[in-house]
């Protein structure tokens, strides 16, 4: 199962890869740019699917499906509201020995990050709330519960180099605190000529409601991506994998990230 599940992930990824031949370059290392950029002000929308392998006693595929739309909104001359909101499409493997697979949506994951217009001494950046919404349809896909948090994002341009990082931390409002995590995204971009770029962005977590030796994943790795246009529709498309140097028991030991991106500028 895992063997097809990758060949056909492969196999996905290669096809559009070939038809970037035939888009149109136009601005690829623009559009590349504004889509490293979490806090841009392009309207885009990724859907981006995570293939997680050997999760839980029968080390069985979790694949999870985030659409995340990103909106921009200009407060004024100085400030923007960059909106970013996160729905997992989770198909979750057996928890338990004789259990059953588990399919639907996870807690909806909305932030929202206060940005200035100008950055600061070449730093862009940006901080405000973030929410769980108890949007869970099964207990295996995560708990329903409320929760919220903060989150800040900062970024810097230099050449090819995009590097910046998220940070943000989860508390849910539930009797039993089922919530209390940290996230760290770490990202590195290198962009070549045509759109083409390199890239790593692992998501590291804590979860400080585990004991210590299973608290934190790991991941390491990165991949590749391109920037392109299809007629008048700009699109980034991206691969990578990661592996999870430290993760929790049960927890996934790699992962292939792919992604496609819609952008929609000005």
């Keep these: 199962m895992h063997n097809r599940a990758l060949i056909s992930a492969v196999a996905a990824w290669s096809l559009a890869a070939a038809s970037f031949a035939r888009a149109e370059e136009t601005g690829g290392g623009d559009l590349a740019r504004a889509a490293q950029n979490p806090l ?3 309207i885009s929308l990724p859907i981006q699917n995570n293939m997680n392998f050997g999760v839980g006693p029968t080390s069985g595929l979790q694949n999870v499906m985030n659409v995340q739309p990103v909106i921009p909104i ?7 509201l960059i909106t970013r909101w996160i729905a ?6 057996a928890l338990a020995i004789g259990g059953d697979r588990e399919f639907g949506l996870g807690n909806v994951n909305p932030s929202f990050f206060l940005s200035p217009k100008q950055p600061t001494a070449g730093i862009i950046w940006g901080v405000g709330p973030t929410f769980q919404l108890p949007t869970s ?11 919220a948090g ?3 994002v900062a970024l810097t341009m230099s050449g090819p180099w995009v590097i910046g990082a998220l940070v943000n931390h989860m508390w849910s409002f539930d009797d039993s605190h089922t919530v209390n995590q940290t996230t760290i995204q770490p990202f590195v971009n290198y962009n070549l000529h045509d759109g083409w770029y390199l890239t790593s962005s692992p998501v590291i977590s804590a979860n400080w409601q585990a004991k210590s030796s299973e608290r934190w994943t790991l991941p390491v790795g990165g991949g590749f991506g391109r920037a392109f246009k299809i007629g008048e529709q700009a699109v980034n498309m991206q691969l990578a994998a990661y592996y999870n140097a430290v993760s929790p028991t049960g927890g996934s030991s790699w992962q292939i ?8 500028p000005k």
């Design 150 to 152: 903060a989150g800040a």
């Design 137 to 147: 349809t099964d207990r295996a896909l995560g708990r329903a519960a409320w929760g």
């Design 88 to 93: 997992p499409i989770i198909s979750q493997p």
């Design 74 to 80: 200009s407060l004024n001359d100085d400030w923007n």
């Design 257 to 264: 990230r792919t992604q496609i991106q819609f952008l929609f």
């Design 40 to 42: 841009s002000t392009v």
